[in-house]
């Protein structure tokens, strides 16, 4: 995954809580677009979502975000770059099986 590939769609978004993202992904209207992700986009080899802790005020850049998921891709999950499975208080991505691995 690169930055310059034209297939790619970047969407940097800051949220207050995990929580608060955990609903809008899966409770409200993106839950539609969500289900449908199968008809716009090809399956990804590597991890191509991620999340991490930003400090009040701070505005993460596009190339932080690159960083962060080549750091995720290349060590796994950690406090520095993680997915849903790092977060315990996480629990509708389960259902909506976006970790295989975790059915």
């Known amino acids: 995954m690169v ?4 297939m ?3 969407n ?14 899966f409770r409200i209207v993106h ?5 449908r992700r199968a008809e716009w986009f090809g399956v990804m080899e590597q991890m191509n979502f991620l999340m991490w802790p930003v400090p009040a005020g701070h ?8 960083a962060r998921l080549k750091h995720l891709n290349d060590h796994g999950s950690s406090d520095h770059a993680f997915g849903w499975n790092h977060v315990p208080s996480a629990t509708l991505w389960r259902s909506a099986r976006c970790d295989k691995s975790a059915a």
């Open 3 to 6: 930055a310059d590939d034209p």
């Open 8 to 10: 790619m769609i970047p």
């Open 12 to 25: 940097l978004s800051v949220w207050e809580t995990v929580e608060d993202l955990e609903n809008f992904v």
């Open 31 to 35: 839950k539609r677009i969500y289900a």
């Open 59 to 66: 505005r993460p850049t596009l190339e932080e975000a690159w």
